[in-house]
């Protein structure tokens, strides 16, 4: 089976500018989370998709977005860069509690390797 | 609201010697329990995880885990540790009605020589 892969790997941007960041699923998973992780801390909860809704949302302001497409994966999009959104970005899938068999398999978030952003 | 604590931002131990992480947590009923290791410039593996039953649970790479209730708290253990363990740990708690991890700060473990 195939893992998270996240897209781009390194970028670089400059205030004010926006970007989009491409994350797809595990396969056989249907719900995808988006963390972001500053340099020095554990990863922070963004939100989460599930069928292409939005199905949570933590602390973030709404200029963080995001997408999830039939085919399960997934895209953020930040808008308007601050310096501070330069971080690790972090795109986790799973599979949803209703569908997976024996219930607790589905807590189980694979994790991609991230997109690193830098804000300049 | 759901917290993690892990109280140690670095430790060393040299290599074969035993390791153990703490973490503490804060949830009102009893939570779903992780340990993910980050390797630089990685993303996270999980090493382990708690749902319920035996509170003693098993790993990849030789680690376990210990699950307290009176102690709230989910140590990681590994009896020798080696060179390629270094990395980055961060334990993380799920509450039991949403699939949002909450994480602690981190440790960062070295191993010396």
């Known amino acids: 089976e195939t893992g998270v892969t996240q897209s781009p790997t390194h970028l670089i941007k400059t205030r004010g500018q926006q970007v989009t960041l491409r994350c797809s699923s595990q396969?056989?998973?249907?719900?995808v989370s988006w963390y972001q992780q500053a340099l020095g801390q554990g990863p922070q909860f963004i939100f989460q998709y599930y069928r292409e809704e939005e199905n949570g949302r933590g602390n973030f302001p709404p200029r963080f977005s995001g997408l999830q497409f039939p085919n399960y994966s997934s895209e953020l999009n930040v808008n308007a860069l601050e310096l501070d959104d330069s971080a690790l970005y972090l795109c986790?899938?799973?599979?949803?509690?209703?569908?997976?068999?024996?219930?607790?398999?589905?807590?189980?978030?694979?994790f991609g390797a991230g997109s690193r952003l830098t804000v300049l | 609201a759901q917290s993690v604590t892990q109280p140690d931002i670095h430790i060393t131990v040299s290599e074969g010697a035993s390791l153990e992480l703490r973490c503490n947590y804060s949830y009102g009923a009893t939570p779903y329990l992780f340990w993910y290791v980050q390797s630089p410039g990685q993303g996270l593996q999980l090493l382990l995880k708690y749902f319920s039953g035996d509170t003693l649970v098993q790993g990849i790479k030789g680690f376990e885990a210990e699950f307290k209730r009176s102690q709230s708290s989910f140590n990681l253990r590994k009896p020798s540790v080696h060179w390629s363990d270094a990395a980055e740990y961060f334990c993380a708690v799920m509450n039991t009605g949403f699939q949002k991890l909450v994480f602690g700060t981190g440790t960062r473990l070295l191993v010396s020589p």
């Open positions: 986790a899938s799973s599979l949803d509690r209703q569908g997976a068999t024996g219930g607790l398999g589905a807590n189980v978030l694979t």
């Open positions: 396969s056989g998973h249907n719900t």
